[in-house]
């Protein structure tokens, strides 16, 4: 097989990650070392929507020494921007698919990186679909992230790990707030996921580790039911005057029905996703009708992807390795794939793969049934040590004048 030679082009799409900026480290280190088939590294600003303006920065010369990769590697949210564009089926209109070809063969580009989650695994299925269809040499790649860990065929999503770090020690902390006064109270803490359960599974992490923490946890994977939730929180209240409570946005009743509801959840993205927001606070009104203690509800928000002053060290030596080695599978002829961890057995330890990229393309990884209790309010052991050693080790962050240091492109 003869090697492919030309440019490379890296974007960021879908949610934001303390970690996706590891990750475009990782592809510019990998581009770096492979410089006598990869030219120029283009970074398209906000994904494919600026890849179409020709909104691109050269990155190989911007990134000329190891301090501004290791600052990269601190700096939350997505350095080149983002998008929520979903490319046309082939077969309906392939006026965007001349157009992207037609900037490819402009500025030479023979290797393109998408790092994103199941919505951005599709961009990349179909720009290889018709790479393939017109014959055109590229070398298409996806890189997975995404704070909810729900992408198939992985078994974590980098981004992830430091969004649980976050998310748990955020419920041990405000265990310990609501635990100062006597009077009885409970506090709902809200988390992302609205399909998936897996960032609200970590909130169970400090409870199980150090026995301070959420009391009872909630995922989208199972039915919610007002009455039992009603007598577990009661139950609760009886054996301890202060009650922790972990709930996914996107917890549904029976019949189908978000419990966050309200105008809010009448919006929609342009994936068609619901816009979720207000589960806490529709929980919070049902406490004070039916128990009428004090009650709190936090929503935790986009704090969830952006904290990087408690990023998780594993997974940002992940993230790094896993654009690396999205620029070795390309060079080595790989395409139309994504990378993917496989955990090893006994001691953890992951190896990075290939697969086909359609394989987790607009699909969706639940948290399965051996990870939830039997009661559906709260983790089994099982996912305790699932999500512990992603959580673990710290990075030292710098800083300076006590805040710490980000880098931009500006």
Not at 27 to 35: F, H, L, Q, Y
Not at 134 to 156: A, M, R, S
Not at 352 to 377: M, R, T
Request: aromatic share 8%.
């Amino acid at each position: 097989m003869a090697l492919l030679k030309g440019n490379a082009v890296v974007g960021q799409s879908g949610g934001p990650t303390a970690a996706i900026n590891a990750t475009l480290s990782g592809v510019i280190r990998g581009v770096s070392s492979e410089n006598s088939l990869i030219g120029k590294l283009y970074g398209m600003k906000n994904g494919i929507e600026g890849f179409m303006k020709e909104d691109f920065s050269d990155l190989s010369s911007f990134f000329d020494n190891e301090k501004k990769l290791k600052s990269l590697e601190e700096t939350p949210s997505s350095f080149l921007g983002s998008c929520r564009m979903k490319l046309p089926k082939l077969s309906d209109d392939d006026r965007i698919y001349v157009k992207v070809f037609s900037i490819f063969e402009k500025y030479d580009i023979k290797y393109f990186y998408y790092i994103g989650g199941n919505d951005s695994m599709d961009t990349v299925m179909k720009l290889d679909g018709y790479a393939k269809k017109i014959g055109y040499e590229i070398k298409i790649i996806g890189v997975p992230k995404t704070i909810d860990n729900d992408i198939p065929i992985t078994d974590h999503t980098p981004g992830y790990g430091s969004a649980a770090k976050f998310v748990a020690t955020a419920v041990k902390e405000i265990a310990r707030d609501s635990s100062v006064y006597t009077l009885k109270s409970v506090t709902i803490v809200e988390i992302m996921g609205r399909d998936s359960g897996w960032l609200t599974a970590a909130a169970a992490l400090p409870k199980a580790l150090t026995g301070k923490g959420a009391d009872l946890v909630y995922l989208p994977e199972r039915v919610f039911d007002e009455e039992r939730f009603i007598r577990s929180v009661e139950e609760k209240l009886d054996t301890c005057p202060h009650v922790v409570v972990a709930v996914s946005e996107g917890i549904k009743y029976k019949n189908g029905r978000y419990v966050a509801e309200g105008l809010k959840n009448e919006v929609e993205d342009d994936f068609g996703h619901k816009i979720l927001a207000g589960v806490a606070r529709s929980l919070e009104r049902m406490i004070k009708k039916e128990i009428g203690c004090k009650v709190r509800a936090v929503e935790l928000n986009v704090l969830q992807r952006c904290s990087a002053h408690i990023l998780s060290l594993t997974d940002v030596k992940e993230s790094i390795r896993v654009g690396k080695r999205a620029v070795i599978y390309s060079v080595s002829g790989q395409s139309g794939k994504m990378m993917a961890f496989r955990r090893r057995e006994g001691k953890y330890r992951v190896d990075i793969v290939a697969v086909d990229v359609s394989l987790a393309a607009n699909k969706v990884k639940y948290v399965p049934d051996e990870f939830i209790n039997e009661n559906g309010d709260g983790v089994t052991e099982k996912c305790i040590e699932y999500v512990k050693p992603l959580i673990a080790g710290e990075r030292k962050i710098k800083y300076e004048d006590g805040m710490p240091v980000h880098i931009t492109l500006e």
